[in-house]
């Protein structure tokens, strides 16, 4: 039964949330970035982090979208400038996260979704514990990680057999992760990441009018 609004008392105020930060980490290819972008399409509440890289653009990307796409001068500019909230060489080229977008997000309530590297997840977890909740994706095996990564064809072969051969130390990582995802079948990861969100969303801790809203819930009583 639908008790609302029964009582007559007067509806108080919805408790707020603090906004967290989302990291999905994975060797290359598994499906993170597939993830992410259907996630922010499903979502609400939740920004992307766009990163500055120092790698090429592919032609589907888009400046300020997918990536800033920044020289290595500009990047390690913004770096000594300490405009960067984590960074780090992958497969040769330089990632970073810039710190201002996301700590306005953060404050303003919102969650942000970082489609980035173990080691930014790592520098993440160092900087904030209690507001970085972690996600690892792993692909079902070995040949499908191989199949997604050669069909996407985003590289020379050269760089993808490279980030292949870098893939089972990118996985070394999965255990640092509080949470794993399987991505075989697309749209059951895509579910079992929002249940992941909607989870999170709910801590205690994050619900921070829930002090005021329980104190005048047990005045009123
Ligand atoms: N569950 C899935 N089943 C089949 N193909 C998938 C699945 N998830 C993603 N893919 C495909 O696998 C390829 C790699 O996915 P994606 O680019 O999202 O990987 P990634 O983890 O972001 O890789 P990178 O780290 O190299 O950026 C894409 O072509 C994508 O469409
Ligand atoms: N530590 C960081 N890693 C990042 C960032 N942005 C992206 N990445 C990761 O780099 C690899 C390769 O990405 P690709 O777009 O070239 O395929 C992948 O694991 C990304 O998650 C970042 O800002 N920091």
């Known amino acids: 039964m639908h008790e609302h609004g029964e009582t007559g008392s007067t509806p108080q105020e919805a408790p707020q949330r603090k906004g967290f930060m989302l990291v999905l980490s994975s060797p290359s290819g598994a499906g993170k970035t597939s993830l992410a ?21 592919r032609p589907t990307e888009t400046d300020g979208v997918d990536y800033w796409f920044v020289t290595p001068e500009q990047f390690t500019a913004m770096r000594d400038r300490g405009e960067l909230l984590e960074w780090a060489n992958v497969f040769g080229n330089l990632y970073g996260t810039p710190k201002m977008p996301v700590e306005q997000t953060l404050e303003a309530g919102s969650d942000v979704l970082f489609d980035i590297d173990w080691q930014g997840g790592a520098q993440l977890r160092k900087a904030a514990p209690h507001d ?25 072969p050269e760089v993808i057999e490279k980030r292949l ?7 070394d990582a999965w255990q640092d992760y509080q949470y794993v995802i399987v991505n075989d079948d697309f749209d059951q990861s895509l579910a079992n990441l929002r249940a992941i969100l909607r989870a999170e969303r709910l801590r205690r801790e994050r619900q921070t009018r829930l002090p005021e809203f329980v104190a005048q819930l047990q005045q009123e009583l």
């Open 37 to 57: 972008r259907k996630l922010l399409e499903v979502e609400s509440d939740i920004a992307p982090s766009i990163s500055v890289t120092t790698r090429s653009r």
């Open 132 to 156: 970085v909740v972690c996600v690892f994706i792993l692909p079902p095996s070995a040949e499908a990680l191989r199949h997604r990564l050669r069909s996407r064809a985003t590289e020379s």
């Open 165 to 171: 051969a870098g893939a089972p130390h990118e996985i």
